[in-house]
């Protein structure tokens, strides 16, 4: 593509060039390579792109229950700091790809920017574990991870959730599940561009079916892998109630899950509660991930990061 296409097309030219290498590379895309492939080549590149672990946070392997069974958490609590918000992060990779390592950096500099104590979740990906399972799992490591903070000294008195991707979608499903059953058990959310309708056909999907980072094909591929096993009634991303918290949506215009998130955004307003959806010009698929590709996305996403934590540090109530 021509810097003169580059430039017509928006992307930012950092992320532009990993289209370019890519598309040049003549490499198979990942749903045409065994699940346990794919894993390892994604891996290395999410590694890559993230970058080393903040250093000022303290670091703390657990297991938690959920859904019958221990899931394993990492724990960042930042260096220095006393009571503080609790924030549940659900990593990204299409529900197949993706762990705590390929996402440590996020993790790490989620904390230390929001000022919160972090659990990121290692919930049993597909094709392992069936959508249900994975729903269950997800919505359950909630509510044990709010029982959790409410035992620690250091707690401030609220939870947050934020979600990278599938990791957001999964957040996302949590967030709706929870609200029609609990009050309060989740205080705010911050998703990046969360993917919402299986059957990848929104307006912004026939725009960008390719050469946009996230291709359809991988798309429709991994939600294949998510519904393997079936799912039954619990599918229902729109599924939203009056009782939700405030929840923010990420996304890059030039990520084709854009008309799903706006969408989405559009359903929890409508359900009077608060939602913001930001679209950030030019930004692919996967930006709050970069941040050694493309600086620019690296302070955007500390910025969010520290508005976000405010926001739960200003939400305490006092009558859990």
């Known amino acids: 593509m021509s810097p003169a296409e580059n430039a017509a097309n928006g ?40 970058g080393a672990r903040n250093s000022q946070v303290v670091v703390e392997e657990m297991r938690m229950p959920a859904a019958g069974d221990l899931v394993g958490v990492r724990v960042y609590r930042p260096r220095g700091t006393t009571r503080r918000p609790t924030v549940v992060f659900f990593h990204g990779g299409g529900f197949v790809l993706g762990d705590l390592d390929t996402h440590d950096a996020v993790a790490s500099r989620l904390a230390h920017h929001a000022g919160a ?12 574990a069936s959508a249900e399972a994975m729903l269950a799992q997800c919505r359950d490591i909630v509510l044990s991870l709010r029982e959790w903070a409410e035992r620690q000294p250091d707690w401030s008195g609220s939870l947050g959730v934020v979600g990278d991707s599938a990791g957001a979608t999964l957040a996302w499903h949590s967030i709706s599940s929870l609200s029609w059953v609990h009050e309060r058990v989740i205080d705010g959310a911050l998703l990046f561009y969360p993917p919402v309708f299986p059957e990848c056909s929104t307006a912004s999907w026939e725009a960008m079916a390719s050469r946009h980072f996230l291709a359809r094909s991988t798309m429709r591929w991994f939600w ?8 039954g009634p619990t599918w229902e991303p729109l599924r939203v109630t009056s009782n939700l918290p405030r929840v923010d949506l990420v996304v890059g215009s030039r990520d084709p899950l854009v008309d799903e998130c706006l969408q989405l955004g559009r359903s929890i307003g409508e359900s009077n509660a608060t939602s913001q959806t930001l679209v950030v010009p030019g930004a692919v698929h996967g930006f709050a991930g970069m941040g050694v590709v493309s600086p620019r996305a690296e302070a955007l996403v500390i910025d969010l990061f520290r508005a976000f934590g405010a926001r739960l540090s200003a939400h305490v109530v006092t009558d859990r």
């Open 117 to 128: 104590t972090v659990v990121s979740v290692d919930y049993t990906r597909a094709p392992e």
């Open 224 to 231: 294949t892998q998510f519904f393997e096993g079936g799912c």
């Open 11 to 50: 992307i930012w030219p950092e992320f532009q060039a990993i289209i370019d290498k890519d598309g040049a590379s003549g490499h198979p895309g990942l749903e045409d390579l065994p699940v346990e492939s794919a894993r390892r080549i994604m891996a290395s590149a999410l590694v890559r792109w993230g």
